[in-house]
């Protein structure tokens, strides 16, 4: 994970500006307008409505927005600590609940200052 600290929210913003980025910027722009105008989705309500997301990307992409999916979920699980692996029949929003949840995992690990000192049988040293 980067050394910021993010929200999972933010993160699964920033992982969709970095997949859409290999469109260009007015391109990566305009799918953001289509998104907010066509489908009602504003940039910042998408980590809520992931579905929606997607199929409003699907609908401004066509086929291709398959290769943008995975190239965010890559940057999403890179973030994350994980590596991305595709797995047949898994839709882009069970990918995003996965991601999150490790994130959570990850991120509750960081906040805990005991982990890590505990001995082999569980116990926290002084």
């Not at 993160?11 to 799918?31: K, W, Y």
Request: charged share 30%; with cysteine; net charge neutral.
């Amino acid at each position: 994970m980067s050394g910021r600290s993010l929200s999972f929210p933010q993160t699964l913003l920033e992982s969709i500006d970095e997949g859409l980025s290999v469109l260009g910027n007015e391109p990566r722009e305009a799918v953001y307008q289509f998104l907010r105008t066509i489908c009602s989705l504003p940039r910042e309500d998408i980590p809520d409505h992931v579905p929606e997301f997607a199929a409003g990307l699907r609908r401004a992409l066509g086929g291709a927005s398959k290769v943008i999916e995975r190239l965010i979920l890559r940057r999403l699980f890179e973030k994350t600590g994980s590596s991305f692996r595709d797995v047949p029949d898994t839709d882009f929003n069970e990918y995003v609940l996965d991601a999150k949840r490790r994130f959570e995992i990850v991120s509750h690990r960081h906040e805990d200052p005991a982990e890590g000192t505990r001995s082999k049988k569980g116990q926290v040293s002084s």
